[in-house]
């Protein structure tokens, strides 16, 4: 009998991996380059016959909600445990009303007003992520994130000519670019390239340089003088108003200042335009998928106490209402951050362990600003984007949503590492103050009136997460790729087991492989 194309697949998948099945599919022109390779869901159709297995689920995070719903749509029985009160893991949106105890002990109780909010985790979505498929299948709204804006400023802190004033992202591009293009011109005009170029390579350059610098050619060389690219000291107007513009910062000047060293963020596989949020917070992601999988199906605030394969499937131990209870199931998917994951008392093989402990988990930190007068807007004329500084705030987002309403929300930091640390180690108050404190070197005195609510979250200082993502010493050495294969019956996922981390993106190309070599292992049975 021949067989189908999805057999075919299914017997490969079942033999080689996942890995082994996205290669196939791309050597049969299933999957196109530059996009998430194509994921053979399974259906109800494959397991006529086989029974109906159950598989429990560590977290309710993004890679857990995605388990359950693909396996789920396939006839799975599916059962979640997560330790928090909600799903979506670090997918947190806070909102007026929402209470935190933090671990170093700090309680707050969010007052932000109704319609406001702050995306705690993940806060922007590219659009050639997979978490827009599922946004659409789930039918949660999207609507623009601005990640990137002309008018947003960049804000060195030092000793140089430019250093400790706001500059626009606009002039300071428009001089950078124009300087390095006229000195690019002129090493070509002078012969510098001859080698590598020829007459017409040369020529063309040249041309390009003159528009993509907006350098000019006149008797004395290449030069670049500034436009209406860098902005205007007075707009362009009515009548004979032609508006003008200010001269250019000087050479040394521009470069001393490091301004351009933050261009390339817009230039990211992951960071360029467009980007976008759903429509009334992020965690619209994450309670779209709790009603498509089922809320039966949840167990919330059940922290895993032990997790074991047993010769019939898994047994889990995890606590619920105060008391030890045992689940079990004929598969697990772990879900669990790996630097948790590996304090449950299991029966894994010490490598698994070693491998889950080999994951180095990165701090991050945010705090939410409502204000009761969107001044960004009215003072700076700034509509969403990013603002970036060498300060430890580093970046401050501006809100994408709410545009000439009476009060807005921005993050008044994002930071990483070192800075998200400082920041955690201080009262939430104390943080709100810091914050002020360095806003008003880049925003004036506005950054700090008509304050009427915050709340800051420490990643690292959050129960269930202990952190805000993971990195690895390496993914090629062996040790990661030990958790990419199931243990027994045991399968792991999340954004740290894909090459998309810190991203829901990655969190669910990777539950799509757990499924599929899951179901691939349920077929050959």
């Avoid at 791309?26 to 109800?44: D, E, I, K, N, V």
């Avoid at 202990?466 to 990195?471: E, I, N, P």
Wanted: charged share 20%; hydrophobic share 40%; net charge positive.
């Amino acid at each position: 009998m021949a067989q189908t194309r999805r057999q075919f697949l299914q017997q490969v998948g079942i033999t080689g991996g996942a890995g082994v099945l996205y290669s196939t599919m791309g050597a049969l022109g299933l999957t196109a380059a530059a996009q998430t390779p194509a994921f053979a869901a399974p259906t109800r159709n494959d397991l006529n016959g086989r029974g109906r297995k159950h598989i429990v689920i560590l977290g309710a995070g993004i890679a857990g909600l995605t388990s359950a719903y693909e396996l789920g749509k396939a006839g799975y029985k599916v059962t979640l445990l997560e330790a928090r009160q909600r799903p979506g893991g670090r997918n947190w949106t806070v909102r007026g009303g929402t209470e935190e105890k933090d671990l170093h002990g700090h309680t707050q109780r969010a007052r932000f007003s109704k319609g406001q909010y702050m995306n705690a985790g993940p806060g922007r979505i590219p659009q050639h992520h997979v978490t827009l498929d599922y946004c659409r299948e789930l039918g949660v709204a999207i609507e623009p994130f601005v990640n990137q804006n002309a008018d947003a400023y960049l804000y060195r802190e030092g000793s140089t000519a430019l250093s400790n004033k706001p500059i626009r992202h606009r002039t300071a591009k428009a001089d950078v670019y124009g300087y390095v293009s006229e000195l690019l011109a002129k090493a070509t005009d002078q012969g510098a390239l001859d080698s590598l170029l020829t007459p017409t390579d040369k020529e063309a350059l040249i041309g390009f340089l003159g528009n993509f610098g907006a350098i000019s050619n006149r008797a004395g060389g290449f030069a670049y003088t500034g436009n209406g690219r860098r902005g205007y000291e007075v707009e362009p107007g009515a009548g004979l108003e032609g508006g003008q513009t200010g001269t250019p910062y000087a050479l040394s000047d521009v470069f001393a200042s490091g301004v351009g060293n933050y261009f390339s963020f817009e230039f990211g596989w992951d960071q360029a335009m467009m980007m976008f949020q759903p429509v009334g917070g992020m965690d619209r992601i994450p309670y779209a998928f709790e009603r498509a999988i089922g809320r039966e199906k949840f167990v919330y605030g059940a922290t895993v106490l032990a997790l074991r394969n047993t010769s019939a499937g898994v047994s889990v131990v995890y606590s619920a209402g105060g008391r030890p209870r045992e689940l079990n199931a004929d598969y697990a998917i772990n879900t669990l951050p790996p630097h948790i994951a590996a304090t449950v008392p299991s029966n894994l093989p010490s490598d698994i362990v070693a491998a889950l402990k080999y994951a180095r988990p990165t701090n991050a930190g945010k705090i939410g600003i409502e204000y009761g007068r969107r001044w960004w807007e009215l003072d700076h004329r700034i509509y969403g984007g990013i603002t970036n500084s060498n300060l430890d705030l580093v970046n401050m987002w501006y809100p994408s949503t709410g545009f000439h309403g009476e009060r807005g929300t921005m993050i008044g930091y994002y930071n990483t590492g070192a800075n998200a640390t400082a920041y955690g180690a201080l009262s939430p108050a104390a943080r709100l103050d810091r914050a002020v404190a360095q806003g008003i070197k880049i925003h004036g005195d506005a950054y700090g009136k008509e304050v009427k609510a915050s709340f800051s979250v420490d990643w690292a200082g959050t129960e269930h997460s202990r952190g805000a993502w993971v990195g690895w010493p390496s993914q090629t050495d062996g040790v990661y790729a030990k958790l990419l294969d199931p243990t027994g019956n045991i399968y792991f996922a999340g954004d740290h087991l894909s090459h998309a981390i810190a991203w829901q993106h990655g969190a669910m190309v990777s539950a799509r492989a757990a499924v599929t070599a899951l179901h691939s292992k349920v077929m050959s049975r």
